[in-house]
């Protein structure tokens, strides 16, 4: 039983030219940067940079956002250098394929699930919430016990036919939507400047002190295994708010699952996802600089789930929130799109590879996109966004893309010992170390959630061993040997 049978680069990238699972090559630099922000630029920074300042670093919630920004770095150049040498849908998935076989591959292609899905259907719930805020609708069209989350469905499905109709359209939709919230985002930097108090600096890194730490199944597994006390503010209270601010940068390696819709992926991929997290990441630290600067970082509005308008409340500004809900409707919508064209990407590649029913994989005749996984990728994230309880499953999300950071990073050793010979037009600077550097980050923050968490996350890797050994293993088209590439026959390229 190979379990680790190797799909070579060569074949991966062989089969994105098989008449019917052929994507649209359409996408540019500015493309891949705009799904990259689109999708970072969410809850994150409109709720996170207020709580974390709150519980665990004060003003210096700066630096934690600098470096989560500096840890997601590491993984992405990673993420840059196989999306370069393997262009192919699929990320994560596709990379592990190359380098540690096809069951590693299923793994990660099954995590990404809890990535991409579970975290659209999370978002699109706050999309409801604050749709519901903004223009006072009635509280039931945003789920209540007795009904489901009407909103997000709603966004969930009309965002779906977005997918059907073209990858491109998506790029035009998302790119108007991020033009808007990163405008409202820049309206918050620039306006808050001008109410900044420098008392609020002091200090800028408050004194550690002790806390009580969960137990049990609420404790992290750095506490559990290594009996360390918890503590807030202080270093440790930086790297403890960097832990959790990390998860407002999940995001940029949906960028690699576009390369085999990208124009000239060797070029442009690393560009996108390079660029997008520069971005955000200079974003993230200048609202946080902001806005411990317009409200102490001890006031309770700091600890809400709107600490950006508070802030602004604080100050005699209460119109500026309405504005920045706006820019918080703009910025969700864009991650619940490009998580779902994401998700439907590494389902498509799996489906292509057999490891999923082939016929999935279909790409429609005319809009070039492969619909039927975008359908039920879309059917799926409204189930979950409607009917189902999030809000605990939704850690499920930082582990799921943690693990995927840390494989993508081991795969780069890997394959440059491997595969030495290949052609890298982007390369990982000062490999090994950089890559290791990347795993010891991912995992440092890996041990700062929660058992629970952690066991959760186990036993969805175990459903999805069962899966695999029960239908993916005997299907695989690798293992059956089937020919890499079909003849074109009468089957025209998608334009």
């Known amino acids: 039983m190979d379990l680790f049978r190797i799909k070579s680069v060569e074949r991966s990238i062989e089969e994105t030219d098989e008449p019917e699972h052929r994507l649209k090559k359409e996408l540019s630099a500015w493309d891949l940067t705009v799904f990259g922000v689109g999708v970072m630029v969410g809850t994150g920074i409109f709720v ?19 470096l989560a920004g500096i840890t997601c770095g590491l993984a992405a150049l990673c993420y840059a250098e196989f999306a370069s040498t393997v262009p192919v849908a699929g990320s994560a998935y596709t990379f592990s394929y190359a380098t540690l076989g096809e069951l590693v591959a299923w793994i990660i292609g099954w995590d990404l ?19 519901q805020s903004l223009f006072d609708l009635p509280t039931w069209l945003a789920g209540d016990e ?19 109709l073209g990858t491109k359209l998506s790029g035009r ?14 309206f918050v930097i620039v306006a808050g400047l001008f ?49 959790v601010v990390f998860f407002a940068f999940i995001g940029f390696d949906i960028v690699a699952t576009s390369a085999e819709e990208t124009k000239n992926p060797q070029r442009d991929v690393p560009r996108g996802i390079l660029g997008s997290l520069a971005i955000v990441t200079v974003l993230y630290a200048a609202v946080a600089f902001v806005v411990t600067g317009m409200l102490k970082y ?51 590649a799996m489906s292509r590879d ?10 429609h005749p005319r809009f070039g996109t492969p619909y039927r996984i975008t359908i039920i990728t879309g059917a799926f994230v409204a189930v979950l966004a409607g009917f189902v309880p999030l809000s605990e499953l939704s850690k499920l999300v930082s582990i799921g893309t943690l693990f995927a950071f840390v494989v993508v ?67 695989s088209r690798l293992g059956r040997g089937e020919s890499q590439v079909k003849a074109d026959g009468d089957v025209p390229r998608a334009e």
């Open 48 to 66: 996170l940079t207020g709580e974390q300042a709150y519980a665990n670093a004060g003003p210096a919630i700066v630096i934690s956002f600098i």
């Open 113 to 131: 699930v809890l990535e991409l899905a579970l975290g659209a259907a999370v978002v699109a719930r706050g999309w409801s919430a604050y749709l």
């Open 146 to 164: 007795a009904s489901p989350d009407f909103g997000a469905i709603a966004i969930v499905l009309g965002l779906t036919l977005v997918g059907v």
């Open 173 to 186: 939709i998302t790119s108007v939507l991020v033009v808007i919230k990163v405008a409202v985002v820049t």
């Open 195 to 243: 109410y900044i108090k420098t008392k609020n600096y002091q200090p800028f890194i408050p004194d550690s002190k002790p806390t009580e730490g969960g137990s049990g199944l609420d404790s992290t597994l750095l506490q559990t295994v290594f009996g360390v006390d918890p503590t807030v503010f202080g270093v440790y209270g930086i790297i403890a708010a960097a832990s």
């Open 298 to 348: 001890s006031d309770d509005r700091m600890n809400t789930a709107a600490p950006l308008a508070e802030a602004f409340s604080a100050n005699g500004l209460d119109w500026a929130s309405k504005i920045i809900s706006v820019g918080a409707v703009a910025g969700l919508t864009t991650v619940v799109l490009v998580l779902m064209l994401g998700q439907a990407r590494v389902l498509f």
């Open 354 to 363: 057999g490891l999923l029913p082939v016929g999935l994989a279909k790409v």
């Open 409 to 475: 990073s081991a795969g780069v050793i890997i394959l440059r010992r491997t595969r030495s010979d290949l052609h890298r037009p982007f390369r990982v600077p000062a490999v090994p170390l950089v890559p290791i550097l990347s795993i010891a980050a991912c995992f440092w923050l890996m041990v700062n959630l929660s058992v629970e968490t952690w066991v959760r996350f186990l036993i969805w890797l175990a459903i999805g061993f069962l899966l695999y050994f029960t239908y993916g293993y005997r299907r």
